[in-house]
C-alpha cells in the first residue's frame, strides 16, 4: 500500500465532529465483566459463556483462541446485540463508556458501526450479490455519517484503497461475484472500518482464505490498527494467526476463559494444561522433522448443560485430582510463582508452573 | 522413501487433464505413487489437487491423460468395469457429515465397501470385519450400532476411515482429511492416518492446503498451482531447500505459532490472489503473484524439469536446482 493513501483528517469531505474525544485517550474502550450466556433449548438451559472478563485497550490487538464450541463467537456477538431472542445475557459490557446489555434496540442501533464494527468468516454470505461494492459500503456512510450518495461514492473509493485494493475506483462498480475471496474479505474489512469504529471484531477473519491470502488480511488489520488507532478483537482456532498479530491472548474452554497473557509470554509459557495441549497438538512446520507425532488430547469438549462447580476440563487433562472435579479455579495469577508476570492468568488448580519447559525444546 | 524407489508403481498419473467446460481444472499433471509409499499433493482452493483425486477414484473421468492403478489403465472404464478396481483404491473425503449416509447405521456404512464386492459374505462375517476395522481406528465395535449423527466429527472422521481401509486398498486417497476439524482432534486422526500406514503399508496420496500437516507424514511433496505441478521433491528437500517461488511462499505464508520467531520473519505477501482457471496466465501460470517474474516468465512456459533432487517448474531455477529466494528477496514481497 502506498503512503499517499487518504485516510481520514487528511481527505476533503467533512468529518463528522469526534464525539469520542475524551473517552479515547486512555482506558479500556471496551471492558467486560461477568459476562454470561445463556440459550434456551428444547432440552434446558444451554451454557455456552460462563462469567468472561475482558479489556480492550485503545490500538490493542486482543485474541481469543479456543475449538468450536467454546464460546469465542457467542462473546464476540453479545458484545453489540447480535445474538437471538433465546439468548440470555448477564454482566456488564460497557462500550466507549456505555452499558450494551439491556441496552435498546436504538442504542444498539447507534452503537453498531460507530463504535463496533464485525467481520465474520465468509464474506460472501455477509455481502449482497445485487449490489455493487460501492453501494454497500456508502449505505454505511449514509445511514451512520449522512453522506450524500456521490460523497459516499469517493469515500469507498478511499476506504478500498486503505484496504489494499488495486484500482480503487473501478473495484468500487464491480459486484461481490467479480472479487476472489481475499479481495471480498477486503471489502467486509473497508464496509466494517467505514465509520472508523472504536473496536474491530474479526471472528475468524481468514479462515475461509488460502494462506497467501490470510497473510495480506493480516496485515490490512495490523495496518488499521498502525494508522487509525482502531482496537481489534481476532477471535480464531488458529494459533499461528494469534502468533502473528495478537499483543495479548485469551483461551477460552467450554464458556470460561482458562488463560490470559501477554501473547510472547502465553506461548513461551503456558500455563493451563490446555493450552499447552493445544500448542503442542498444533503442526508447525519444522517442528516434527518426520519423526515426531502430534501430541493428542484424549477425549472430547464437554457441551454444558449448565456449569459445574469444577473445572470443565478436568476430564481430559493429565494432571486432574479430587480438587478440580469438586471446585471451580478461579482465573488468577498463579502467586506462588514469582517468575510469571502479573498479568499472566490462569484458571487451573495446578499451573504447569512447576513442571519443566516443554515447548521450545523441540524446535530444531 | 528409498526403499520404495525400486518397487512397482501402484498409482501412476499420465498428463492428465480435466476441464469443466471451459474451466481447465486439472492440466496436465504426471505423478507415481509406489507401493507404501505417501505422495502429499499441495496447493490452495482452485489449484485442482481435489478434481486429482477424484480422477483417480473415476468419481471424475478425465478428459485426456492416463490413470493406472496396479499398472492397469482405469481411465476410461465404465461404472461396471472400474468395479473390479473399486477395491484397489479407496477415498476419505473432508466433511464426514456430509459424506456418511445419515440414514445408515455405522455398521452398514463400513460394510458397505465389502457388501458391493460382488462376493458373498455371511453375517457373522460381516460383523466380524467390522468390528476388526472399527478397532483398528480405535473406535469400539458398538459404534456399529450407532448412527453417524450420534458421534463427534473427528469420530465420524475415523468411521469415513475405516470404510476406506476395510477393501485393504492398496492405495489411500486422503482428501483433506483433517481440515474440517478442530486442532485437538486433526492431531488425532493425523497421529491414526500415520500409524495406519505405517502398520499396513498402504500408498497414499494425501492432498491439503496445509503444508505443515504433512510435514511428519509425507515420503514426498507435490505442489501444484493452477492446474499444474510447478515442484516436487521429498519431504526434506521441500522443507529445507524449496525451489519454486510459489513454494517459498506458501512455506513463508503459514504463520508459526512462536510469535517472536513469527514477528522476525521476512513477510512474503504475493501479489493478487489466485487467477481463475478459466483464463489462465501466459507463460508460468505464477508469474501475476510472483515477486520476481520477469519478461521471459510472462511469454514463456517453464517446463517441468529434473535438477539435482526434485523436480520444478521455473524458469528462475538452475538446472542444480539453484536459484533465487522469495523469502530472502528484500522489499520483493511487499504490495504491486
Known amino acids: ?364 | 522413501m528409498n526403499e520404495h524407489t525400486a518397487s512397482a508403481p501402484v498409482l501412476e498419473l499420465e498428463d492428465l487433464v480435466m476441464h469443466f467446460g471451459s474451466v481447465r481444472a486439472v492440466d496436465g499433471v504426471s505423478l507415481t505413487i509406489r507401493k507404501g509409499q505417501v505422495m502429499a499433493l499441495v496447493g490452495e482452493s482452485g489449484s485442482g489437487k481435489s478434481t486429482v483425486g477424484r480422477c483417480i477414484v473415476r468419481l471424475l473421468e478425465p478428459t485426456s491423460g492416463t490413470v493406472r492403478l496396479g499398472g492397469a489403465d482405469v481411465t476410461h472404464l465404465s461404472r461396471g468395469q472400474m468395479r473390479a478396481h473399486r477395491r484397489d483404491v479407496s477415498i476419505v473425503f473432508q466433511d464426514p457429515a456430509g459424506s456418511l449416509d445419515p440414514r445408515m447405521l455405522v455398521g452398514e456404512v463400513v460394510s458397505e465397501p465389502l457388501r458391493l464386492q460382488s462376493w458373498r459374505h455371511s453375517r457373522r462375517e460381516l460383523q466380524t470385519r467390522v468390528g476388526e476395522g472399527l478397532n483398528q481406528v480405535g473406535l469400539r465395535p458398538e459404534v456399529a450400532r450407532r448412527y453417524p449423527h450420534e458421534l463427534s466429527g473427528g469420530q465420524r472422521q475415523r468411521v469415513s476411515i475405516a470404510r476406506a481401509l476395510i477393501s485393504d486398498p492398496t492405495v489411500l486417497i486422503a482428501d483433506e482429511p483433517t481440515s474440517a476439524l478442530d486442532v485437538s482432534v486433526q492431531a488425532s486422526v493425523l497421529n491414526l492416518l500415520a500409524d495406519l500406514q505405517r502398520d499396513i503399508g498402504f500408498a497414499c496420496l494425501f492432498i491439503t492446503h496445509d503444508l505443515s500437516a504433512v510435514e511428519y507424514l509425507a515420503d514426498e511433496i507435490s505442489v501444484m498451482y493452477l492446474g499444474q505441478l510447478v515442484e516436487q521433491g521429498s519431504r526434506e528437500k521441500i522443507f529445507a531447500r524449496p525451489a519454486h517461488p510459489y513454494t517459498q511462499a506458501l512455506l513463508a505464508a503459514a504463520p508459526l505459532a512462536d510469535p517472536p520467531r513469527q514477528r522476525s520473519r521476512t513477510r512474503v505477501i504475493l501479489g493478487a490472489d489466485i487467477p481463475s482457471a478459466m483464463d489462465p496466465p501466459t507463460g508460468c501460470r505464477f508469474h501475476t503473484r510472483c515477486p520476481l517474474a520477469s519478461q521471459r516468465c510472462v511469454a514463456e512456459v517453464p517446463p517441468l524439469l529434473q535438477i539435482t533432487d526434485g523436480t520444478v517448474a521455473c524458469h528462475l531455477v538452475a538446472p542444480d536446482g539453484s536459484g533465487p529466494d522469495v523469502r530472502r528477496t528484500d522489499k520483493a514481497g511487499n504490495h504491486p
Open chain 1, 1 to 364: 500500500m502506498t503512503s499517499t493513501t487518504p485516510v481520514r483528517g487528511a481527505t476533503a469531505w467533512t468529518a463528522p465532529p469526534v464525539q469520542d474525544a475524551t473517552a479515547r485517550p486512555d482506558g479500556p474502550v471496551l471492558e467486560v465483566r461477568g459476562l454470561s450466556v445463556t440459550f434456551s433449548t428444547e432440552t434446558g438451559p444451554l451454557s455456552a459463556v460462563d462469567g468472561v472478563d475482558l479489556t480492550l485497550a485503545p490500538g490493542e490487538i486482543v485474541g481469543i483462541v479456543g475449538e468450536s464450541g467454546c464460546g469465542k463467537s457467542v462473546t464476540a456477538m453479545s458484545l453489540a446485540g447480535l445474538l437471538p431472542r433465546s439468548a440470555r445475557i448477564s454482566g456488564s459490557v460497557r462500550l466507549a463508556g456505555n452499558e450494551m446489555v439491556g441496552a435498546s434496540p436504538a442504542q444498539l442501533r447507534a452503537a453498531r458501526g460507530r463504535e463496533i464494527a464485525y467481520i465474520f468468516q465468509e464474506p460472501m454470505s455477509s455481502l449482497n450479490p445485487v449490489l455493487t461494492v460501492g453501494r454497500q459500503i456508502g449505505e454505511v456512510l449514509q445511514a451512520h455519517e449522512g453522506l450524500s450518495r456521490r460523497q459516499a461514492r469517493a469515500r469507498a473509493v478511499e476506504l478500498l484503497a486503505l484496504v489494499g485494493i488495486p484500482s480503487p475506483a473501478q473495484r468500487v462498480s464491480n459486484y461481490p461475484h467479480q472479487l476472489s475471496g481475499g479481495m471480498r474479505q477486503r471489502v467486509m474489512i473497508a464496509m466494517a472500518v467505514a465509520c472508523e469504529p472504536q473496536v474491530l471484531v474479526a471472528d475468524e477473519p481468514t479462515t475461509a482464505l488460502d494462506v497467501t491470502v490470510q497473510a495480506g488480511i493480516l496485515d490490512v488489520l495490523r495496518e488499521l490498527r498502525d494508522r487509525l488507532g482502531t482496537s481489534i478483537l481476532v477471535i480464531t482456532h488458529d494459533l499461528g494467526v494469534i502468533a502473528d498479530i495478537a499483543d495479548r491472548v485469551m483461551v477460552m474452554y467450554a464458556g470460561r476463559v482458562v488463560e490470559r497473557a501477554g501473547v510472547d509470554e502465553l506461548f513461551a509459557r503456558p500455563q493451563h494444561h490446555y493450552t499447552a495441549g493445544l500448542l503442542s497438538a498444533s503442526p508447525t512446520p519444522g517442528r516434527h522433522a518426520g519423526t515426531h507425532r502430534l501430541q493428542e488430547i484424549p477425549g472430547i469438549v464437554p457441551v454444558l448443560a449448565s456449569q459445574p462447580d469444577a473445572c470443565t476440563f478436568a476430564q481430559r487433562c493429565a494432571a486432574a485430582d479430587n480438587q478440580c472435579t469438586s471446585a471451580s479455579p478461579a482465573l488468577a495469577a498463579p502467586g506462588d510463582h514469582p517468575a510469571l508476570p502479573q498479568d499472566h492468568q490462569v484458571a487451573c488448580w495446578h499451573p504447569r508452573a512447576d513442571l519443566p519447559r516443554q515447548r521450545g525444546e523441540d524446535d530444531k
